[in-house]
């Protein structure tokens, strides 16, 4: 499989379990939920694959590359879109674009043709010109997906993507992501902690105290309930 693998992957803050055997692969063109609670170990798991963090314990695969023994083909293989907003505010939309084209190795007509192409698919055509510091949340957030997809990468990873957006935002965000997914062939992985951002047919993954409780379809999962139902279910048995 070339999409993204994650396997029996451990780690600790001190005398701190934050992830425990957490293993699952997401597939290419599939979209991927892994839903938790606030401190359910999301955002170290994202932390290790993104070479952020370095796992003592287990291997992450991206599009068949070993992040420990080859983080550069790996990575490079890797768009990312963080929690936290990352954008050059006093930039425009196309001057960031450009910049991240730059640390790529893309420049000329090639980075061109790849912005023009990346702004389009996420409906940011028109506000290439303005500068970041104008756009509202969900147009930020679009830029930002834009941006991680210069590179061609085989495997998005979204970190709470829609956080403090409105609901039309995350919608919006959400069906564009799913898209990609759908279309472009793309491993996604989106963290959120929020049910009604997984469609029945996606994977998920529930993360809880940094166990994988559930991995299954999240149609399979639920047989028909309410996700948020059988959330709640799942880790408040697990607490």
Known sequence: MSGLEVHNIGFRYGAKVALEGVSFAVEPGRFCALLGPNGAGKSTLFALLTGLLSAPEGTIHVAGHDIRREPTKALARMGVVFQQPTLDLDLTVAQNLRYFAALQGLSGREAATRIEGALDRLGMAERAGEKARALNGGHRRRTEIARALLHRPAVLLLDEPTVGLDAASRAAITDHVHRLAREDGLTVLWATHLTDEVDPSDDLVIL????????????????GAPLTEVFLGLTRAAA
């Open 208 to 223: 809880h105290q940094g166990r994988v409780l559930r991995h299954a379809t999240a149609g399979a999962l639920t047989g």
